[in-house]
């Protein structure tokens, strides 16, 4: 018994890239620098789909969702990687773990659904223009974004308090660079069947049917568009979700090879480097997709712009 709560006295040590020294001063500049532009490039959407009564939409109302999730989501993992990149302490507590753990798994989980909720919304703008402001009113919108929260935190709950139920026998070194489930399950010293399977058949949901749904969506979008006489209506059509199936591309693909590809230890680095690819780069590059490929945005950055200068 004692040995088997070991692991909850001292906590975890957290390998991450401990083997590659050189690697990991790059790795601390380099994240540094992205994690200070996911806080701004993020606050910046927030703040300007307030602030602009022409992004008062469903589409920006989703977009700050995403940008507030990201910037949680990211700052429920950085701080932590950037402190154990800066020394030679790689320990985290039993506590910081299952937060850390329950935290990041939500705020995952959440953007998962959240993303399929913003194609559906593109489905909408597109495919049914005329009705889109009765299909998609306030109440709507709010419901479904508050869906996607719950279902993303009562996930991450269940999976959570499976996981850290396992028997560990006192190991308590994960090969990773933070707290995630397929890392935590080579740690179990037992039979892990059923949490394999809760963890294929929560990842059907939260990342496999939204998926499906993207797909659905997106396949009655290109019929529409495609039946627009006019290149401009098209480009304006493909414009208003490019951005958005830009992001899904670069989520759902990082995300579904971590989870779903079969686990063997040739692949552990490859899932690390997957791993920073969606919980660190994505965060960061969403603002700067959203802003580069939409003239709302960079109509209302200009707009605030100018009227702080004018007001100078």
Partial sequence: ??????????GFILLGFSDRLQLELVLFVVLLIFYIFTLLGNTTIIAL??????????????????????????????????????GADKSISFGGCIVQLYISLALGGTECILLGVMAFDCYAAVCRPLHYTVIMHPRLCALMASASWITGFANS??????????PRCGRNKLDHFFCEIPPFLKLACVD???NV??????????LLTPVALIMFSYGRIVRAVLRIKSTAGQRKAFGTCGSHLTVVSLFFGTAISV???????????QDKFMSLFYTVIIPMTNPFIYTLRNRD????????????SDSR
């Fill in 297 to 308: 945005v960079k109509g209302a950055m200009k707009k605030v712009l100018w009227k702080d």
């Fill in 157 to 166: 709950l269940l999976q959570t308090v499976l996981v850290f139920l396992l």
């Fill in 1 to 10: 018994m004692e040995q088997k709560n070991e692991s909850s006295v001292t």
């Fill in 197 to 206: 399977y809760v963890t294929f058949f929560a990842g059907v949901i939260i």
């Fill in 259 to 269: 989870y779903y590809q079969p686990s063997s230890n040739n692949s552990q680095d």
């Fill in 192 to 194: 892990i069947t059923v």
């Fill in 49 to 86: 789909s307030y602030l602009d009564p022409r992004l008062h939409t469903p589409m920006y109302f989703f977009l700050s969702n995403l940008s507030f999730l990201d910037m949680c989501y990211t700052t429920s993992i950085v701080p932590q990687f950037l402190f154990n990149l800066s």
